[in-house]
Every structure is written in C-alpha cells, then in structure tokens.
C-alpha cells in the first residue's frame, strides 16, 4: 500500500474508533481539537487523492453536492407503526391478551423512552453504511444516505463481529441544547425539534444536514441477527457495534412493573437531554414477538404508551409586531408570566396574520399555552373566545413600526412585509440583494463586509454606499488599501448597471430578476416606472395585481420614495438599453424547468436572442415549456393546460430552425416523447 493510502487508512480507522467510543460508549480518548486535527488531514489527503475516497470516510461527514430528488428506497421488512395506550386500563387490556395468547402469568417487557424525532433505516454491508432511508409509508421511504452519512452518530463503519448485511432501525434528533444553538440568530426559529430534525434530514444539499447537529439512537433491526434471543441481547449487540442505544430503557416484568416504569419516565422528562413524547413498550422475547405476530399496520407486541401534553393557561397583556431582517411583520403576543415546564413564558410568536385570524386571539383572551418540543413556547387555542366583551380583533399594521414604510403581503406568501430597503430592521439584508450578482454585482461587497458596513453604522441608506471613500474603507477590519480601492473601483462601475438591475436590487416583493427585467424592458426608464399606474404595470407580462400594487406603493409612499432620490443624486439614472433580437421565436412565451446543461440565465438570453419572451412560471399565455431531468409540477401544469413541451435538445434545435423555417413546425416530432424528461 502506497504511502497516502496507508495514512488515509489509518485516519479512518482512529476517526471511526473515537466516534464509537464517544457516541456508544459516551467517553473519548482524545479532545475535540485532535479529533479535528484528524479529520481535517483525512480531508487534505483526499482532496489531493480522490481515489482514496471510500464509502466508510469519515470525510463524508461535510456534505455532498445538491441532488436533484430523492431515489426510493424499499423497506424489508416493512418500516411499521405502534399502536397507542395512553392509561393504566389501556395497557392492563394489551397485557392481559398477550399474558392469555402466550399461555404465561407474567410476561417481561423493555421500556424504552420514545424519543420525538423521525424514523430511520439504515443498511449495512459488510460492515459499511450502504444506504438510509426514511419511514415514509413504511414498505417505501426516502434515500438519505448522503445526508445521514454527515450526523456524527450514525456509524459509517461496524466494530468487528457484525453480520454480513444488516438493517438498524432508529431514531434521528435534536439533543434540546443542540436545538437551542440551532434556532439563535434565524429569523424564523424551527418550531420544534421534531420538525428541525425532519427538515434538516431531508434537505437536497447535505452540505446543510452536516451544519446542523443531529443525533441518532438505535432501537432495533429489520431482521433479527442470528444468535439473538431478547431486546436486551439485542441493544447489547447493537452498541457493540457502535451505535448509541438508550440508557434510559428498563426490563419490567409484569404489568404494574411497567406502568410504574413509563410513569416515572413521565414524571422525569424534563431532565432528559432530549425531547420524549412517551415510552415504547415491546416484548422482550423475540419468540414471544414471533408467536404474537403483526397486523398490516403495527405489530401485536408492541405499543407506545402517550404521555400528556404539558398546557398552561395565560393572559394575553398585548399583541406587538416585530420586523426581522428580510422585513417580514411577525405578530407576537404577550403574555402575564406564567411557568411552562418549569420554564417563565412571557411571550409568544403567533407567526403571521393568518394564524391570528385562525386561532382567534385577542388582547385580555386567556389562551391555552404549551411548549412545543419542551422549546419554544406556543398558543394552542384560546379559551375565551365565545364572551361578548373580548378586544376587537387584531389587525396587521400598513405602516412599518420601525421606520413607517409602507407594509405589502406578496402574492402566494402568508407573510406582511415592510418594503422600505433602507428600515433599519432590514438594511443588512438590503445591502447584501443589492450588491448581489443579479442586482448591482458589486463583487468586492459580500455578507461579511455589507454586515461590517451596516454594523459599524458607515452606512444607513443604500445611497451611503455610494459616499464611501478609502478612509471609511481603511479602518475596517480585514480591508487594506487594494480591497478598499476595488471596493470603490466597483461600486463606481455599479452606477452604469441596467435598469432590470437597479429593479431588482430595490428588493420589491413579487419582483425577482426575471420580472425586473419584464418590467424594465416595457418601460425603460426609472422616470417612467415612478409614474407607472397599476394598470399600466398589470399590461407587463408576469406582473399581477399583488405586484403591481407592491410597485406602485414602493414609489409613492414618501418613506420609500426617498430611497430612489437618495439613489438618483448618489448618480442613478438607469435606462435598459434596447437590445436587437431575432424573429424566429417571434411570440412565443417560453418557461424553463429541470436541469439544463447551461445555467437558466444562459437559456433565456437564448431564447431572448431569437425574439422570444421567457417567464419563471406557467399561465395560460406560455407558448413552451423546455424541461429537463427532474422537472416537477411546472411540466405538469403544462400538460394539463395543454401547453407544448421539449427538452433541451428540441429548443437547441428550435433555435436552428425547423426546415420549413416556421417557428415551432414539427415542435411533436421534438418533444413530446423525449427520454431526457422527467414526468
């Protein structure tokens, strides 16, 4: 074995056994600073040597690039449910038929702490991780292998002695110190642990699973390993393996030493490190397991025993709204303090105006509270809504209660948002879409400095970017004189942009690059977009009504108004330059799905080349749908409204020409059967 192949080896091997050590055995050897030291030298030994990469790396914990979708994974056997118990009489009545089909007095039973996550299967052969799957609807589930191979937990490599293939059922999780950490700093926390844990697994980018902290827990098998009599034998196997097992699960014999099990666990969730919704109550015997079979659904052996939901009730004091940094109005309800699981609540999200308006919660209402996950506290339902003297209900603010600009709901969003570029709730977010590729493309401004510029207050208004000079730039941390120069050099260039690109960078509701551009190639100037009516804008093809309104209010609400003349003396003045186009597209409206060989915004100036006209979505008026590998409900809109398809290689061929030079003669003999599509 050459020399990097024998260290790349040896990194996996000591990687692989200090994760065993810590996540099944919970003790390690080494700090975390020299288990990192390992891993980043694996990583620059494959980075260098891609041959060397093998499925069991414990590289692969960084992520992958993005898929498209999921591929489908077969579960055998089936994935399936528990029934649910949720009183001393419901188990006594599960006990009793199982103590009277087993012909026994007294049958033995592990508990085990139900923990709320999301169910997972995970095959191994020969030892090595090969694939994971999601429940789903327990006989087909989701491929996750990618993401699961970044949780930490998750084995990617069986300690000596397992079976040649290997299925393990388990849960994956959120310890709650991990979900606190994971919700400081979003705008809109995860709900619940449960919820983080299932987006978090099922996300298309694995390079996002590896940022987010997840654990895993094993509790069983597919098939039962040979040699294996009991749970108990069974937990023992698996955390020999390498997998962590609940520490908290127990052995009872008979009725009462259970339900005496799952109370105590009930009285003590709240000092487990993680979210429990119940107890899972199995047979120990895996003869007895055998003898008492399964229904199509659930197995007859075992139930999960439900704990109560924990709900208080409290006072409405007050409703206030709150601007986070993208200018979306969250709604929050205040609360007199009251205690939740031995947490002081004082107030609550209510999200968005809608799920005001659904929960019907008012001023003075006393409302049902919980925490959701034992987390993040939520208003479950309100308990006084039938009494004649309640409040009036609430109303969503039109004026900002930050800045006083002008408030719009987008089209197709449950969210109210302040429009305002320059509100101080948003200005970060502003500046950052309006240094962006598609806005103004100002290259030296990423995240990092536009969060230093807005942090340090050198720049209140997107116009105060363009004050900025060598001694502003100079006292920033990480910029010397070459990066400041650039920096001006660019924002200088910036001025000269297009119209479509000084649209887009205001960052309107309803208003992406594509519509910027519709809009700015049917009326040209800034000056004529100021003096835009609605139905003047509703004539812009991809323009609606919610859109245009949104337009009109950005340019005539004074607050907002002084954003575009802050820009004109900072030197705007953009015009869309006109651009000659072909004829042979001529009148075709042309929307673009799938992957495509060239980016999208290579496609449409294509198609805009030969004198086509592209939208991002489906209507009546599209003329062409061009859909490659893994197109969804776009390409099934279109066929459902009849509307013509092709994949990538019609268009190229449409862009030729059809022999008898109509646009779109011949446009079946192209498309409608293509293999390249994804129905």
Not at 37 to 59: F, G, I, K, V, Y
Request: a neutral charge.
């Amino acid at each position: 074995m050459n020399e990097p192949a024998a260290e790349a080896a040896r990194l996996r091997e000591l990687l692989n056994h200090h994760s065993r050590l810590y996540y099944s055995e919970d003790r390690s050897e080494i700090t975390d600073e020299e288990y990192d030291a390992l891993m980043q030298r694996l990583l620059q030994l494959e980075a260098s040597h891609p041959e060397l990469r093998t499925p069991d790396s414990p590289a692969a914990r960084v992520g992958a690039e993005p898929r498209q979708a999921f591929a489908v994974v077969f579960h055998d056997p089936p994935m399936l449910s528990l029934d649910n118990v949720f009183s001393e009489q419901d188990f006594n009545a599960f006990n009793a038929r199982l103590t009277r089909e087993m012909k026994t007095q007294e049958l033995v039973y592990s508990v085990e702490p139900k923990l709320d996550g999301v169910s997972l299967s995970l095959l191994y052969e020969n030892g090595v991780l090969a694939r994971a799957g999601t429940r789903g609807d327990g006989s087909r589930g989701e491929d996750v292998t990618d993401n699961v191979r970044t949780i930490k937990a998750v084995p990617l490599k069986l300690a000596p002695g397992a079976p040649e293939s290997l299925t393990v059922r388990g849960e994956v999780f959120f310890m709650l110190e991990d979900f606190r950490e994971l919700n400081i700093g979003r705008e809109t926390p995860f709900k619940n642990p449960r919820n983080a844990a299932s987006g978090s697994l099922r996300q298309l980018d694995s390079r996002i699973t590896a940022r987010r902290p997840l654990s895993f827990c094993a509790y069983g098998t597919g098939a039962i390993p040979p040699g294996v009599g009991t749970q108990e034998e069974l937990l023992a196997l698996l955390a020999r393996l390498g997998f962590q097992v609940s520490p908290e699960t127990v052995f009872a014999s008979g009725s009462e030493q259970v339900i005496s099990a799952c109370r105590r666990m009930e009285e003590s969730r709240d000092k487990y490190p993680m979210e429990i919704d119940g107890a899972v109550i199995k047979l120990n015997s895996i003869e007895q397991r055998n003898a008492a079979g399964q229904l199509s659904r659930a197995p007859r052996w075992a139930v999960a025993w439900k704990f109560h939901a924990r709900e208080v009730a409290a006072t409405v004091t007050g409703i206030r709204v709150q601007v986070g940094r993208t200018g979306k109005l969250t709604p929050v309800a205040e609360l007199a303090p009251v205690s939740v699981g031995g947490v002081t609540v004082t107030s609550v999200t209510l999200h968005n105006l809608d799920e005001v308006i659904r929960k019907d919660v008012r001023v003075g209402d006393m409302v049902s509270v919980r925490r959701a996950g034992d987390v993040i506290p939520e208003i479950t339902g309100c308990l006084t809504r039938n009494l004649e003297d309640r409040a009036a209900p609430f109303e969503m603010p039109t004026a900002c209660p930050v800045c006083l600009g002008p408030v719009t709901r987008p089209e197709g969003e449950s969210a109210h948002r302040c429009i305002n570029p320059d509100c101080p709730a948003r200005l970060r977010e502003s500046v950052k879409h309006w240094a962006s590729r598609k806005a103004m493309d100002i290259q030296g401004l990423g995240d990092s400095l536009a969060e230093r510029l807005v942090a340090t207050g050198r720049v209140k208004t997107l116009a105060d970017l363009y004050s900025l000079n060598a001694s502003d730039l100079s006292t920033l941390e990480r910029m010397g004189e070459k990066s400041a120069a650039k920096l001006l050099q660019q924002l200088r260039e910036s001025r000269n942009m297009p119209l479509s690109r000084f649209i887009n960078g205001l960052g309107i509701p309803g208003v992406g690059a594509v519509t910027a551009r519709d809009i700015a190639t049917g009326l040209e100037s800034l000056s004529r977009l100021e003096l835009a009516s609605e139905e003047e804008l509703l004539g812009i093809d991809g323009v609606g009504p919610v859109t245009a309104a949104a337009i009109r209010a950005f340019f005539t609400d004074p607050v907002t108004a002084v954003v575009i003349s802050g820009l004109r003396a900072a030197g705007f003045q953009p015009r869309e330059a006109g651009r000659e186009t072909g004829e042979r597209l001529k009148d075709q409206i042309i929307v673009f799905t799938g992957t495509l060989s060239m980016t999208r915004e290579e496609a449409r100036a294509m198609a805009e080349a030969a004198g086509a006209r592209t939208s991002g979505s489906i209507s009546p008026k599209t003329t062409l749908v061009v859909a490659g590998p893994g197109a969804g409900s776009k390409l099934r809109n279109a066929r459902e409204l009849g509307i013509e398809t092709t994949d990538e290689k019609g268009f190229l061929e449409l862009l030729k020409g059809a022999p008898d030079g109509a646009p779109g003669a011949k446009r079946d003999s192209v498309s409608r059967s293509s293999s390249g599509m994804t129905p």
